[in-house]
């Protein structure tokens, strides 16, 4: 394959390190903004014209939803991991070939995803203890979401091939554009057409699915190094290997911290429709306070793996402190700013008083603890752009499950079952996982120029 590295990739390896990770972040982390718009705005528009148990029954799907979108987040990072070293090596015949077995498998994951996670909606819903009052919008929801699920898989598969020879820019501009489309659809199937929570869920299928349209008609049109050729589509098993021993642990960790995270919405859903609501807008606001630390382990990922992979071992740890400290800064304005915000964000999603009320209480008593996961994700990132996606996974696998449900079950149980103590259980994983990853990293890292 006799082409060049041109202008929509960016070559992490030289340059400014600070302003390198700005403006390969910046991108990345409003298309996140706009991805996770998606679910928001099904949330706002149910909230505003269905009402709060529909309301319920959305926020009690996201956990399920991320179990299986997780999954295959880890396999594209470590597509991302392999392509971003070949990237950084300048082994363009051997990207080619990673591309087509990244793409040929992300096809044949679809097809598992979708029939196993259709099939196990009904399972998963009684598992988490979903009250019978919001069980049969829950059902309905979460079925149309899981049968159009591939659209949001292919879409991200594809943007992570593009984020892993540094280009962010072109996946921002699909997401503004079927971000658009999901708002239109979303008050034509609700307000005009009268189809309810089924009209959310196929509101944001159908936006996923042109998302992933045009992120597939990019990979196949472009004349750049990573273009994905259909005929000379096949899987290496060598490079799929690498790329699911660096995928695998990181998807095994956030499926777990997900499953974990079941757990914890079992515990709040106890508490009735009221709590369920106000936990549920909590959780969307919450993950947009994380868009900056996850965008910027993201980035040090594909920082730290370009400059491995080109030999510059001191400049990817460089990366790494000055990433950290770049996602503690801005996380730590936008907490202050929700902080004090909290009750005006809530009633975005709500106007009923006990959704304000509970949505405000678990802001103000968690959102401030978010600045631990500043260091957690980073450094995970970090790790994972070194080809060590191991120890993340059993590190995050200790604080965000195992010490976390010992301290919910204790609460529960023994101390305090109230809304806001259940809702505690998330920062007490927070800080327990900084705290090991921090001492695994100052270990493991032992010099800038230790080859990994």
Not at 77 to 89: D, E, K, M, R, Y
Not at 92 to 111: G, R, W, Y
Not at 366 to 373: A, Q, R, S
Not at 385 to 398: C, E, N, V
């Amino acid at each position: 394959m006799e082409q060049t590295k041109k202008t929509t990739s960016r070559d992490l390896t030289k340059g400014n390190i600070a302003v390198q990770v700005l403006l390969f972040s910046l991108p990345l982390m409003l298309g996140n903004v706009f991805q996770m718009l998606y679910n928001t705005v099904d949330s706002i528009v149910v909230g505003n014209f269905v009402g709060t148990q529909a309301l319920a029954a959305v926020g009690s799907t996201t956990m399920i939803v991320n179990l299986f979108v997780f999954f295959f987040n880890g396999f594209s990072i470590g597509a991302g991991v392999v392509i971003g070293n070949l990237f950084g090596a300048g082994n363009l015949k051997k990207l080619h070939d990673a591309v087509e077995t990244v793409m040929a498998a992300s096809f044949i994951l679809c097809v598992i995803f979708t029939a196993v996670s259709v099939a196990g909606v009904e399972s998963m819903l009684r598992f988490m203890a979903t009250p019978e009052d919001v069980f049969a919008s829950a059902s309905t929801y979460l079925k149309i979401y899981c049968a159009g699920i591939s659209g949001l898989l292919i879409y991200n598969i594809g943007s992570g091939i593009l984020r892993a020879v540094g280009d962010t820019t072109r996946p921002l501009y699909f997401l503004i554009l079927t971000s658009v489309l999901n708002i239109i659809l979303d008050l034509l199937f609700v307000i005009v057409f009268h189809l309810g929570i089924a009209g959310v869920a196929l509101a944001t299928i159908a936006s996923q699915f042109v998302s992933a349209v045009l992120i597939l008609l990019l990979l196949m049109k472009t004349k750049d190094i990573y273009r994905f050729v259909l005929a000379d589509m096949r899987i290496d098993w060598d490079i799929l290997k690498n790329v699911f021993a660096i995928g695998l642990p990181a998807a095994i960790q956030s499926v777990i911290t997900a499953f974990s995270n079941i757990f914890v919405q079992s515990y709040i859903n106890h508490f009735g429709s009221g709590v369920m609501a106000g936990w549920s807008c909590y959780n969307k606001i919450d993950m947009f306070i994380m868009l900056p630390m996850n965008s910027m382990a993201l980035a040090a990922t594909t920082f730290v793996s370009q400059n491995i992979g080109a030999g510059k071992y001191k400049r990817a740890e460089d990366g790494t402190r000055i990433t950290i400290l770049l996602t503690l800064a801005v996380t730590g304005v936008i907490a202050a700013l929700i902080y004090f915000l909290a009750s005006f964000a809530v009633n975005l999603f709500s106007n009923d008083p006990d959704v304000i009320y509970y949505g405000t209480l678990f802001l103000h008593t968690n959102v401030f603890f978010l600045l631990f996961n500043c260091i957690t994700h980073v450094l995970a990132g970090s790790l994972r752009g070194r080809g060590d996606s191991r120890a993340p996974m059993i590190i995050m696998l200790i604080g965000f499950v195992a010490i976390r449900q010992i301290y919910l079950f204790i609460m529960a149980n023994y101390i305090s079952n109230t809304p806001q103590a259940i809702g505690f259980g998330y920062p007490v994983g927070w800080m327990v996982a900084s705290a090991l990853e921090l001492l695994y990293y100052k270990l493991r890292v032992k010099t800038p120029h230790e080859e990994i």
